[in-house]
């Protein structure tokens, strides 16, 4: 990016971020003795591709979880878009623009594609109990709900299932009517759970196409991944968690050459093959 | 009995008051469990407050529609009684605290200290004289049907008509919610309530306003059957009757507009007629004989059901298909 709005920050665990949407400070979870999230301080910029890497049991979904509203933290405040949101449920979380994916896709099987869609939209007036009954209040807002899930239907390569039950869709295309459904939330910050894992090489192009296409849109996105390729391909920022904690940020290549990092990530020296370069 | 009489007779049942007050009773069980996935296992404590509610009212010498009010209130509060605590947990604890209250409820009802109020283990009769259910009744004396067997006396008929209205109000009611986006929350959270929740649903009030309005159902259909046998009494709010309920859901098509009619009309078709077709063969069947034979020949039926068309009566296999991921 020409403008990189971190590029004059330092690469170090916990440093201040310029315009930061989300900011965590001393969070903890633990299980029975077990500590499996305690991370002091931690920003995430606005409008950039932050990605959060570590190795397995590193905390990185427990923390994810905590910070989403789906787990409770033991102790740490946090804020998103400059309100405190520790202890906030996560349905009012995503209304306050937090939407996240999972990692073993949640998408509704016995929904059609375009019902998975739709359920996403904010605000519907027809979600009343009482003004559910009385099509005239909602139906207006339903047609606008539809144009804008198929439109984005159409930007997924989607918009041919639109019909058809969501259960028929491949691994692949379940991961992307995922992604496609949190931007019906018209979200601020896009949180996604290894959006690649268990998907073929070519839709992983694809998919990062469309992450990219969030951050060029002016949505923020954190997201967890294993893959070192893909995350030093789209990363803005890398965070890295080992044992709970923050153990390194910066950009890509500052993480690639970071030793704590190849040290916890990788047990060994991984020499060129985890590099920014790779492609 | 031949075995038109037979045949007749059954359908009556089935067309007749017996089929109508299942058939709604089932359409709050199908909101709750077919349409939002919870397990309602003490539907029968929603019906015993709507008859115990027009009971009551008859007793002190109130109106009908006190009565309605009282019974409708009742299940609301107890829907939301149960609901609040066990909505937040997992689906199991919603099953174990309302098969429990049920039968609390019918226990209490049944125990003497309750007398001035429930009329304890006697109950309270008299219903229809003292809240003038058959007054309106425009029906002249007589009967009406065809041949000798399908017949319906003026007051069954009455019965019937009231009831199978109610199913009709009630079911478009049901229909238009659950074409309505709020219905298609609680579809999302049928299948997967974290889902809905990442996308900004308050699950735990959908579910609480789908088990009380399930629950409201309910107690109308139960105000209907204390109106229609003119008694309550605590003997006939048993699971078992909860059990039938479910039967007629997954029967008719759990999740389905119309699934809780076909079921009712169908349960008591066939409940009846192999009752009748077993006092009509060339031996000699006792009733507790005749009624373990219906029961174990229902049991059956459903587990055919289950592997030949598992998705009920009306409910579509493709969907079916979909939920086993």
Same mark, same amino acid.
């Given at each position: 990016?020409?403008?990189?709005?971190?590029?004059?920050?330092?690469?170090?665990?916990?440093?201040?971020?310029?315009?930061?949407?989300?900011?965590?400070?001393?969070?903890?979870?633990?299980y029975g003795g077990l500590v499996a999230v305690d991370v002091d301080h931690l920003e995430v910029q606005r409008g950039v591709i932050t990605s959060l890497i570590g190795p397995n049991g590193a905390g990185k979904t427990t923390f994810f979880n905590l910070l989403c509203g789906f787990d409770k933290p033991d102790a740490g405040?946090?804020?998103?878009?400059?309100?405190?949101?520790?202890?906030?449920?996560?349905?009012?979380?995503?209304?306050?623009?937090?939407?996240?994916?999972?990692?073993?896709?949640k998408t509704l099987g016995r929904m059609t594609v375009l019902d998975n869609m739709l359920l996403a939209g904010r605000d519907q007036r027809g979600e009343s109990a009482v003004r559910g009954l009385v099509r005239g209040t909602w139906k207006g807002q339903e047609a606008e709900l539809e144009a804008k899930a198929h439109d984005l239907l159409v930007r997924f390569k989607l918009d041919a299932k639109a019909g058809d039950y969501a259960a028929g869709l491949s691994g692949g295309q379940r991961k992307l009517l995922e992604m496609a459904r949190a931007l019906m939330t018209d979200p601020a910050l896009v949180m996604l759970d290894e959006p690649m894992a268990g998907v073929n090489p070519a839709l992983t192009q694809s998919l990062l196409g469309h992450v990219t296409?969030?951050?060029?849109?002016?949505?923020?996105?954190?997201?967890?991944?294993?893959?070192?390729?893909?995350?030093?391909?789209?990363?803005?920022?890398?965070?890295?968690?080992?044992?709970?904690?923050?153990?390194?940020?910066?950009?890509?290549?500052?993480?690639?050459?970071?030793?704590?990092?190849?040290?916890?990530?990788?047990?060994?020296?991984?020499?060129?093959?985890?590099?920014?370069?790779?492609? | 009995m031949s075995w038109i009489s037979v045949f007749a007779l059954a359908l009556q049942t089935a067309v007749g008051f017996q089929g109508a007050s299942y058939a709604l009773a089932a359409t709050g069980l199908n909101l709750q469990f077919g349409y939002t996935g919870l397990s309602n296992f003490g539907h029968v404590g929603f019906l015993m407050m709507g008859a115990y509610g027009m009971a009551i009212a008859s007793d002190r010498g109130w109106s009908i529609w006190v009565g309605l009010a009282l019974g409708i209130g009742a299940a609301v509060l107890l829907g939301l009684a149960l609901g609040i605590p066990t909505l937040r947990l997992r689906a199991d604890y919603l099953s174990v605290v309302t098969i429990a209250t049920a039968e609390i409820l019918r226990l209490v009802a049944n125990a003497r200290p309750s007398a001035p109020v429930t009329g304890a283990s006697r109950g309270i009769g008299g219903l229809s004289e003292s809240l003038g259910f058959f007054r309106p009744n425009f029906f002249p004396e007589g009967k009406y049907g065809i041949g000798n067997s399908f017949l319906f006396s003026s007051r069954q008929l009455w019965s019937m008509v009231v009831a199978w209205s109610c199913v009709l109000v009630v079911t478009l009611l049901v229909r238009a919610w659950v074409r309505s986006p709020w219905g298609r929350v609680l579809r999302a959270i049928r299948e997967d309530e974290d889902a809905a929740r990442a996308l900004g649903k308050n699950v735990v009030v959908f579910k609480l306003q789908s088990f009380v309005i399930g629950g409201s159902i309910g107690a109308l259909a139960g105000a209907l059957i204390a109106l229609d046998a003119g008694s309550v009494n605590p003997g006939r709010w048993i699971a078992p009757?909860?059990?039938? @309920?479910?039967?007629? #859901?997954?029967?008719?098509? %759990? !999740?389905? *507009?119309?699934?809780?009619?076909?079921?009712?009309?169908?349960?008591?078709?066939?409940?009846?007629?192999?009752?009748?077709?077993?006092?009509? @063969?060339?031996?000699? #069947?006792?009733?507790?004989? %005749? !009624?373990? *034979?219906?029961?174990?020949?229902m049991g059956v039926g459903l587990m055919l059901l289950m592997i030949y068309r598992p998705q009920g009566i009306l409910g579509s296999k493709e969907e079916m298909l979909a939920s086993g991921r």
């Open positions: 990016m020409a403008d990189d709005p971190l590029a004059s920050v330092e690469p170090r665990a916990g440093v201040p971020k310029p315009d930061p949407i989300l900011v965590v400070d001393g969070v903890q979870r633990r405040r946090w804020t998103f878009r400059g309100d405190h949101v520790e202890g906030t449920s996560p349905h009012v979380l995503a209304r306050k623009g937090m939407v996240r994916t999972f990692q073993l896709t296409a969030l951050r060029d849109e002016g949505m923020s996105v954190l997201f967890v991944e294993h893959d070192m390729d893909v995350i030093m391909t789209i990363s803005d920022w890398v965070v890295c968690m080992a044992e709970g904690r923050v153990i390194a940020e910066g950009r890509p290549a500052d993480i690639a050459g970071n030793a704590e990092v190849i040290e916890a990530y990788l047990g060994i020296d991984h020499g060129g093959s985890v590099s920014g370069e790779i492609r | 009757l909860t059990f039938a @309920l479910y039967t007629v #859901v997954i029967l008719g098509g %759990a !999740g389905t *507009v119309w699934g809780p009619v076909v079921g009712a009309v169908t349960y008591w078709f066939l409940l009846d007629f192999v009752d009748g077709a077993l006092n009509n @063969l060339w031996f000699d #069947v006792s009733d507790t004989t %005749a !009624g373990a *034979v219906r029961l174990a020949l």
